[in-house]
């Protein structure tokens, strides 16, 4: 009888090591969880702040073109309207030579 009480003595003792210790365990995975988790954040955010970034830049180039096109649009349009102003002006000679 002492024998069999001693044994149900030590194998909850073992069974009390064993809980203590996978808590333990479980513990060390919860905080190496939380540890890749938080590094998986930071690693996002500095990839969310890289993106915004090249956005930007990509939205300032993007307005530099816009300027730059008009500029040379508007230069195209000026050189249309005087190419009809001197043709205008190249046709009321002739006429004028013509007439006289």
Do not use: C, M, P
């Not at 073109?65 to 002739?94: C, G, Y």
Request: proline share 0%; glycine share 0%; hydrophobic share 40%.
């Amino acid at each position: 009888e002492n024998t069999l009480h001693n044994s149900i003595i030590v194998a909850q003792e073992t069974a009390e090591d064993v809980k203590r210790n996978a808590s333990k365990e479980a513990e060390l995975i919860r905080k190496e969880a939380e540890k890749e988790a938080q590094r998986i954040v930071e690693e996002a955010r500095y990839k969310a702040s890289r993106i915004l970034a090249e956005h930007e830049e990509v939205y300032k180039q993007a307005q530099i073109f816009k300027l730059r096109f008009r500029a040379f649009i508007e230069a195209q349009l000026a050189s249309l309207e005087l190419e009809d102003w001197l043709q205008v002006d190249n046709e009321e000679e002739h006429e004028a030579r013509d007439i006289g």
